[in-house]
């Protein structure tokens, strides 16, 4: 995922575009309405909230100048990484590009499971996962996975956790 950093001019001239209101900050709806997933459809706004809670560093909801630039370095990353994996250029990855993604990612997983993610995060009911899913697709993953590492003391892929714990987990992806 080795993209080229935007220069500061130029992630602040995106970032007065994105800001319509002129506050200073992003909110999830203007963000919103500048993500584009490839599909001429609106920007999953699970996938936005998710990414607001991870850059936005001082908690105010929003994004500042300084958190849009980290923010602007990770969606143009997972694009890079969506573009590798889309081998048809369909503009969504379906089951086998989801499979290759996740296995190259580190992600031992089996075919039923894969059904299950295109299932979950397939918003259109087209058997595959746009580019906004798949980052929250990943995302999910990713802290499931952490979480889960915390439990696998022994790291053999098994934990023993009581339902409470079990509650903390899941409920710990939002932010």
């Given at each position: 995922?080795?993209?080229?950093?935007?220069?500061?001019?130029?992630?602040?001239?995106?970032f007065q575009k994105v800001d319509k209101d002129r506050?200073?900050?992003?909110s999830a709806l203007e963000l919103g309405q500048a993500l584009q997933n490839g599909a001429f459809t609106a920007f999953n706004p699970e996938t936005i909230r998710l990414m607001i809670g991870m850059f936005d560093r001082d908690g105010d909801g929003t994004i500042n100048f300084d958190e849009f630039g980290s923010l602007w370095n990770y969606v143009t990353q997972?694009?890079?990484?969506?573009?590798?994996?889309?081998?048809?250029?369909?503009?969504?990855?379906?089951?086998?590009?989801?499979?290759?993604?996740?296995?190259?990612f580190g992600y031992?997983?089996?075919?039923n499971f894969?059904?299950?993610?295109?299932?979950?995060?397939?918003?259109?009911?087209r058997g595959s996962i746009t580019f906004d899913d798949f980052?929250?697709?990943?995302?999910?993953?990713?802290?499931?996975?952490?979480?889960?590492?915390r439990f696998d003391t022994n790291r053999?892929?098994?934990?023993?956790?009581s339902y409470e714990q079990?509650?903390?987990?899941?409920?710990?992806?939002?932010?």
């Open positions: 995922m080795a993209a080229q950093p935007a220069t500061r001019e130029f992630l602040w001239s995106v506050s200073g900050n992003i997972w694009q890079t990484t969506f573009r590798q994996y889309d081998r048809d250029g369909s503009g969504s990855i379906d089951k086998q590009e989801l499979t290759t993604a996740l296995t190259s031992r997983l089996s075919p894969y059904d299950v993610l295109i299932r979950k995060f397939d918003r259109t009911g980052i929250q697709c990943c995302v999910v993953i990713q802290t499931l996975t952490g979480n889960f590492q053999n892929g098994i934990i023993q956790i079990f509650l903390t987990l899941v409920f710990s992806l939002r932010k």
